[in-house]
């Protein structure tokens, strides 16, 4: 369930970050008028996704710490840590949430990628409006 919200929010984004980026003759001037904004709201979805990556790692160390535990008191045989963590990576739970950070990864990687685009805009758009002088004289 997740792995599809994470995989339309992906797509959402691209699809936002397309209206965001497209600059022709008519709308420059917006743009270039928006682009500390547009670069304030790609930013803060990349700290947000940061920090929903953090709190699922914590989770899943949680899970998979309680796992051991259970299971080290549990088994008729004396187990030791990392054994029984081995033994519990294994369990849905943590493969879901492993599913879960993986898709949270791209999308961190899709968002820090932006943002380069975007620091880099601010010099397209100088170019643009270079070019644009030009062809006026």
């Known amino acids: 369930m ?3 919200i994470h995989m339309e929010l992906l797509y959402k984004y691209i699809e936002e970050l397309d209206a ?5 003759e008519f709308n ?4 270039q008028m928006k682009l500390p ?8 979805r990349l700290i947000r996704s940061k920090i929903e990556l953090a709190g699922l790692e914590k989770k899943k160390n949680i899970i998979i710490d309680d796992a051991v535990r259970q299971l080290i ?7 030791s840590v990392p054994l029984a963590r081995n033994r ?13 950070i993986n898709n949270l990864e791209l999308i961190i990687e ?10 880099s805009m601010t ?15």
Request: glycine letters at 4%.
């Open 2 to 4: 997740l792995l599809f």
């Open 20 to 24: 965001d980026t497209s600059i022709n």
């Open 28 to 31: 420059i001037r917006d743009v």
């Open 37 to 44: 904004a547009i670069k304030h709201k790609w930013a803060g």
């Open 73 to 79: 008191e549990k088994s008729p045989v004396k187990l």
């Open 88 to 100: 519990v990576i294994d369990l849905d739970s943590v493969k879901t949430i492993n599913d879960e």
């Open 110 to 119: 899709f968002l820090g990628k932006m943002e380069r685009i975007l620091n």
């Open 123 to 137: 010099f397209d758009i100088k170019n643009l409006t270079e070019i644009m002088k030009l062809e006026l004289q």
